[in-house]
């Protein structure tokens, strides 16, 4: 699915943050440097979103891995303070 989106303006001391607009008039806030190079105010950009499964899987192994490492050493019980 692709987003066509157009660049409003940058804000920020630096100018670092670029505010980008959807067609429904949502605003998304991103920093510059994911822009592409060259991007200015007025340009239109087109962003594709995709779900990456592999990614996913890995994230949700290695969020379980730490889980279990944890659950390992947990003594149990009330935590006094």
Do not use: C, W, Y
């Not at 001391?13 to 429904?24: G, H, N, P, R, T």
């Not at 998304?28 to 822009?35: E, G, H």
């Not at 995709?50 to 944890?70: I, N, Y």
Request: cysteine-free; charged content about 35%; aromatic content about 2%.
């Amino acid at each position: 699915m692709a987003i066509h989106l157009s660049v409003d303006r940058f804000e920020g001391d630096d100018k670092s943050i670029a505010v980008l607009v959807a067609d429904d008039g949502a605003t998304i806030n991103v920093p510059k440097a994911l822009l592409p190079p060259g991007a200015k105010a007025g340009d239109v950009l087109t962003m594709t979103l995709k779900r990456d499964e592999a990614a996913t899987k890995k994230l949700a192994d290695d969020t379980r891995k730490v889980q279990d490492e944890l659950k390992a050493t947990d003594p149990g019980g009330d935590i006094k303070l």
